[in-house]
């Protein structure tokens, strides 16, 4: 963090807070009580309205009438935040994120943070390998600099790509490069996992327009189709979470109706695949006629 952006972040705090420790704030950006001070002197040298309080329970505080009305943002509004960014802070492995969660909590104080929601997520070995990546992505997007890197396919197949890169997208479990491609003329998107030797080049380059893009990729939806399956009570709760409770009906003391919708590929095999002995297809003939071969051609890689 740069000092320019410390200053903005410790008036931002002392807006919220009242009285802010010199300890406090180094220990929160990770610099000397020697820094802060100079950051106090600058900020005073600004016209900022800083005071200064001696004592054990001293510190910093701003003037009352130069704070921000709090009715704009109440401590509810903050702690839905801070819920949000926790999970966030979870996936993306950032240290801004970090900071900005100090931040708010900063704001907020930890007496009346009550924490009601809790996010959890899996924490894959895998997952930590990726923050690399990651970092290199999100600088070349801010710089606005072309990244270079290897990327291997689903079949397989290694290409050497040069991409513009506008965005970064988490889905489901997995992380998402998406960019213009300068070999293929055309936007694409990497999974992160897939990309190996990944380097931010030096060469800039100006973006293009990348929202009428989004708004292509939002009309976007895969070819579906409605499926029928009787499944089991056991794994009732998790069609009511994908697809809602009306997808679900009672069929028999044994087991429910599930109808949903599911992708006319292989991602839709799998899916329905990974929930087992537990889910049985009976309608249409042709998607269970499809979904049987590729049962058969699974069973045949252990034949």
Request: hydrophobic share 35%; net charge neutral; with cysteine.
């Amino acid at each position: 963090m740069d000092k320019i952006e410390r200053l903005i972040s410790i008036v931002m705090i002392l807006l919220q807070k009242d009285i802010v420790s010199t300890t406090e704030f180094s220990q929160l950006f990770n610099v000397s009580k020697r820094t802060i001070l100079r950051d106090m002197e600058t900020l005073g040298y600004s016209n900022i309205p800083i005071y200064a309080i001696n004592g054990v329970h001293g510190g910093y505080g701003i003037m009352d009438e130069y704070k921000i009305d709090k009715r704009l943002l109440s401590s509810k509004d903050l702690e839905n935040i801070l819920t949000a960014l926790g999970g966030l802070g979870q996936i993306l492995f950032s240290d801004e994120v970090e900071l900005t969660i100090k931040k708010i909590d900063a704001m907020i104080g930890s007496a009346s943070w009550k924490g009601s929601i809790h996010l959890s997520f899996y924490d894959w070995e895998g997952r930590s390998e990726i923050i690399q990546t990651l970092n290199i992505c999100q600088k070349s997007i801010f710089k606005r600099k072309l990244v270079t890197f290897d990327y291997i396919d689903k079949d397989g197949i290694a290409t050497y790509r040069i991409i513009e890169p506008y965005q970064l997208h988490f889905s489901e479990m997995s992380w998402y490069l998406k960019g213009f491609c300068l070999h293929r003329k055309s936007y694409r998107t990497f999974k992160l996992s897939r990309i190996d030797n990944l380097n931010m080049d030096e060469q800039t380059f100006s973006p293009r327009d990348y929202l009428l893009e989004q708004e292509h990729d939002a009309s976007y939806q895969p070819q579906l189709v409605a499926i029928k399956a009787l499944i089991q009570p056991s794994i009732k709760d998790q069609f009511i979470e994908r697809y809602g409770r009306k997808s679900v009906e009672n069929y028999s003391n044994d087991c429910l109706l599930a109808t949903i919708y599911v992708p006319q590929n292989s991602a839709g095999f799998q899916f329905l695949a990974s929930f087992g002995t537990n889910l049985e297809i009976v309608e249409p003939k042709t998607y269970v006629e499809e979904f049987r071969n590729y049962l058969h051609q699974m069973i045949h890689k252990y034949s």
